[in-house]
């Protein structure tokens, strides 16, 4: 018995051995840290430093920038002997653009510096509880050189705070912060992106600066600071794209796409804040025809194009805006059934015509290819109309030379159902106010609102009916305006296409600097696979083609594959494993989207090039152990010579 254990031992080893010898001498794909693992580093070592004596107040320790990202801000570290409150003063051009903050008391003091200005020596008050006061000077870099700055400026600052206009890019450009004269004075130089809100616990909510799939959708959400510190990384299994909602209890309410369907924007999902479970789902392909209602843009794939989300507390219900069926929709939260639709009902089928509202008042418009829909305290509804050709008939489609945006408020009766238009910003300006896609509208309070046309071109000095950024020699605006009882007390123009705006102040709390790394939530899942038959073995696979241009990086979640393909080639990544091979398909194939809300992500290539580039996202959710990869490109293997570990 013994002997015939060690023969079989014996033979288990060879095998190991020659297995060993024939396995493709390979090295390791490069490893790429995301935002959040860069960032805990820093943490670390911002915690370490802080412990040091040698830091005081009289001479702090500075460093501008800490995590990367937040180029005009700064974090000041130093100690005191007893606990002390901290006021700073970040000393501005006049009043409304200098901005002054009390911390909590202690004696380790963490002090974030917001509101630089770039390629200036700025000026900062420091002053203690006890009396002590100092100054110190930070020294900021200038802007990059594709920086978008306001061509027009319009304050009335009288009427003004010193709270900066935030806005997020669609094309070229940043996110970044406006002050009243126009001044930059915050932005970051990651692609966050899609909305931006500042959250119940003052940080802020945008997306992750990762795609997950073209054109836009995004890996999810990041929850940060000004600094530019991710507090929490949230992942999602269909993405993140547009617009997400915090409810009172901290759950966010996102949209996404699904993951098992072949249609994009069309799901919605509540996300539990505290572990990243995806709890509660919304899919809207089983709430309303797809079919029907068509806008210009009405595809497919992205037949509802849902832009907004909104909770409503008051009548416990969703509010979803979508562009390709010109339909405001509210979804009572609990059973996910239909409450009402806002919009023309030219269309839709007739046993739906009950969810629609009857106009009354002199003065009404129906919103088309809307956007930022949203309940105001009182019960009414604010969106922003773009107005794309203000009809479903295209024989009465209105020009873009001849029309405009405007943000509109209704008033709703849902017993009767009835609606009434109560008030319009933007129609009195005409096409020079017309933004075909993106935009947003915000309620500040009563009778003050901001209303932002981000998509606003023209060719030739006339208005466009697309995208302008799309056209060669097209000109770019963007317009924010703060209106207060029917009056501008502030206007932004920026040379540029941003998809939001918001108002908000630089400093929310008096807490202090968290030096606590970052975390995920969440989970991207597992990616789909192919039962499919290799048309090789893997011993017969070649050398890859070097103007395939192949690139592979491993972050903590997934393995990016990239590469430059033939359209209409039959590509797959292989992974494997011993005998075990797990097979992925790589779409080649020119994508053609009706809404190009956001273009930063999408690689230029020319047109006419024979080859695409094409990413593929491999995630590690499934995976264990080390995965020799190759491609098999029209029935032939290559190797990359390179190894994966999950």
């Not at 690139?551 to 080639?569: A, H, N, P, T, W």
Request: proline share 4%; aromatic share 10%.
């Amino acid at each position: 018995m013994k002997k015939r254990i060690m023969i079989i031992t014996s033979i288990i080893a060879v095998a190991m051995l020659i297995l060993l010898v024939l396995m493709p001498k390979t090295t390791a794909v490069e490893q790429k840290d995301t935002l959040i693992i860069a960032q805990q580093a820093v943490d670390e070592r911002l915690a370490n430093e802080i412990k040091k004596d040698s830091h005081t107040f009289e001479s702090p320790y500075i460093e501008l920038n800490p995590y990367g990202n937040s180029p005009l801000t700064a974090l000041l570290l130093f100690n005191t002997p007893t606990d002390t409150q901290v006021t700073v003063t970040i000393h501005g051009r006049d009043e409304l653009t200098t901005f002054e903050q009390t911390f909590e008391s202690s004696q380790q003091h963490s002090i974030p510096i917001y509101g630089l200005y770039p390629d200036t020596e700025n000026k900062i008050t420091l002053a203690l509880s006890t009396g002590e006061k100092t100054e110190i000077t930070i020294q900021t870099e200038a802007l990059p050189e594709d920086f978008s700055m306001p061509t027009t400026v319009i304050a009335n600052k009288e009427a003004l705070t010193n709270e900066l206009y935030f806005a997020t890019p669609a094309s070229v450009g940043y996110t970044a912060a406006y002050d009243v004269n126009g001044d930059v004075r915050w932005y970051l130089s990651t692609n966050n992106v899609w909305d931006i809100k500042r959250l119940q616990n003052g940080n802020l909510l945008l997306s992750s600066n990762r795609t997950v799939a073209a054109p836009y959708y995004m890996t999810g959400l990041m929850e940060m600071d000004l600094l530019g510190k991710v507090y929490v990384e949230y992942n999602m299994p269909g993405g993140y794209h547009h617009d997400a909602f915090e409810m009172e209890n901290g759950n966010l309410i996102v949209a996404q796409n699904n993951p098992t369907k072949q249609t994009v924007e069309d799901y919605v999902v509540e996300m539990d804040r505290t572990t990243g479970e995806i709890i509660k789902k919304w899919d809207l392909t089983e709430v309303l025809p797809k079919d029907v209602a068509k806008s210009e843009n009405w595809i497919e794939t992205d037949w509802f194009h849902n832009n907004s989300v909104w909770y409503d507390e008051a009548t416990n219900a969703l509010i979803l805006s979508g562009r390709h069926q010109d339909a405001v929709i509210s979804l009572d939260y609990t059973s996910g059934k239909l409450n009402w639709i806002i919009g023309d009902s030219t269309g839709w089928p007739e046993e739906m015509k009950s969810y629609f509202f009857t106009p009354v008042g002199d003065e009404f418009e129906w919103q088309w290819s809307q956007h930022a829909a949203q309940v105001l305290p009182n019960g009414d509804v604010f969106v922003f109309d773009n107005g794309n050709n203000r009809s479903k008939n295209s024989s009465d489609y209105v020009s873009a030379e001849d029309n405009y945006s405007r943000g509109v408020i209704y008033h709703l009766n849902t017993d009767d159902m009835t609606i009434e238009q109560v008030y319009e910003f933007g129609k009195e300006r005409g096409s020079d106010f017309y933004s075909p896609y993106i935009s947003d509208v915000d309620y500040l309070e009563e009778n003050h609102y901001l209303i932002h046309s981000g998509g606003i071109g023209s060719v030739d000095g006339k208005a466009s009916n697309v995208p302008a950024y799309f056209t060669p020699g097209a000109t770019l605006n963007s317009i924010t305006a703060e209106v207060i009882n029917n009056e501008v007390v502030y206007e932004l123009h920026l040379p540029g296409h941003y998809y939001r705006a918001e108002k908000m102040s630089l400093y929310t709390e008096n807490k202090q600097h968290s030096l606590t790394p970052g975390t995920s939530l969440g989970t991207l899942g597992k990616s789909t696979t192919l039962l499919y038959d290799l048309k090789s073995s893997l011993m017969q696979a070649k050398p890859i083609d070097a103007e395939v241009n192949l690139e592979m990086s491993q972050e903590y979640d997934r393995l990016v594959v990239s590469g430059d393909f033939i359209e209409g080639q039959n590509v797959k990544l292989v992974l494997s494993q011993w005998n075990d091979k797990v097979i992925y398909d790589i779409r080649v194939k020119k994508e053609n989207y009706s809404a190009m809300c956001i273009d930063l992500f999408n690689k230029n290539t020319d047109p006419n090039a024979e080859r695409l580039h094409v990413t593929k996202f491999i995630n590690a959710e499934g995976l264990s152990g080390t995965y020799q990869i190759y491609l098999e490109i029209d029935g032939v293997l290559y190797e990359t010579d390179q190894h994966v570990k999950f």
